[in-house]
């Protein structure tokens, strides 16, 4: 059994986990994606004997892919501006029957990529997440700028705005700014107009006493409180500072079930989930990355061990309960093992093709 | 800048700090998995696969 990773070998979370696994005798291929070059050439082949190839990796039964972060298809940039269009569309369609292909190998796959589509739209979740049983901020997904004044008369509780999903503003001057949830009033809304430039999800805020963020391994999951003195409605601005300090806490049973539910529905094994715990204790499900980072969470408490729980979810099969992780997770270094190195030090800039979600403005 | 015409999501947005610029523009080296959520960065525009958390 080999682990195949569909992210760039210089991926931030990639590079650890690959050396990690590696040290413990495992074998790790990378393969960032569909391109011209031929390291990320690929082919599928219907000969009797099925067979993909990544680059240089062939895709065996038994293995484990782990979809962590596969990237735009690049075209070769010599084609002909007349069938650029045309090449683009040819190379989108065979990722995807590539991506899709995977999942119906004699493989184990991290999350299976048509799992990805769906639970990461965050209407899917909300509606999941209630569904099974966690509690759900009051929300409106809306362009329409008369819903949105409805909602935000019509809801007796403070009110947060946020995006579907992140983006990037790049100012000629110099700086960057991203998108970030923030606190909006019905008195401070911009003009009808202004709310049809792009939709929205406004939400019900939670006046919360700490933030969770809970790490889903097949049939378990972690929790961990995420303190930040500051108190910024999203964390991750002090996180970003470093001034967030991460707590190992007991999953609430009834949570846990639910979540592992939530989980089941969406189709997937593996994810990062946010919650807000408010100060009766409740814990409102706020969302969840099925590829979101998790390594920051050793950075931050190095008796997390989540990269050595990770890779002992990762190899082992599918359905291995909490204890054998555990049991397991000690063959693997550390993330602070992996700092000690000196590798992190090494890895080049990821660059990739693509600017779909930067904005340069004047 | 002038913020006509312009989204809320942008008016909403935040000015990143120097050291937080550095982990959304590709640098960062050793702080590079502290990036807590995956914003695209100015290399690594999000597309079909890596999607983001930050929003």
Known sequence: ??????????????????????????KVACWGGLSWKEQQQASASFNGGDSLTLGPHSVDPGDVVWVRRPQPSEINPKVSESDKAFAEGEYRWFYYAL?????????????????????????????????????????LMSNSPAEVRRFLQQSSNRTICKAFFPHVWKKDSGGVAV????????????SDEVLTYAPAIY??????????????????????????PKGALDWRQD??????????????????????AFAKAGGITFGSADFAIDNEG????????????????????????????FLAFLTLPEGAPRQQIEERQSIFPSMSDYDKTGLHEQL?????AGAGFISTEP | MSNQYRVLGRIGARDLTPEEELLVTGGGGSKRTLTVCTSPNVTSATLDGDLGECA
């Open chain 1, 179 to 190: 998108t970030e949830t923030f606190e909006i009033k019905v008195n401070d809304l911009p």
């Open chain 1, 239 to 260: 996180a970003g500072q470093g001034l967030v300090e991460v707590e190992i806490i007991d999953t609430p049973p009834e949570v846990e079930q639910a979540m592992l």
């Open chain 1, 99 to 139: 991506v899709y292909l995977i999942e119906a190998l004699p493989v184990r796959v991290v999350n299976k990529y048509s799992a990805s589509r769906f639970i990461n739209n965050k209407s899917v979740q909300l509606l999941l997440a209630r569904k099974c049983g966690m509690h759900v901020p009051e929300t």
């Open chain 1, 203 to 228: 939400q019900q805020m939670v006046v919360k006493k700490f933030d969770v963020r809970m790490v889903v391994l097949g049939t378990t999951v972690y929790s961990y409180a995420l303190h930040n």
């Open chain 1, 282 to 309: 409740k814990w409102w499900f706020l969302e969840i990355n099925e590829q979101g980072q998790f390594l920051w969470l050793d950075q931050f408490n190095p008796k997390v061990n989540m990269q050595q729980k």
């Open chain 1, 1 to 26: 059994m080999k682990i195949v990773v569909l992210a760039h070998a210089n991926d931030n979370h990639t590079a650890p986990i690959k050396w990690a696994a590696e040290q413990a005798g495992f």
């Open chain 1, 348 to 352: 080049e800039p990821e660059v990739h």
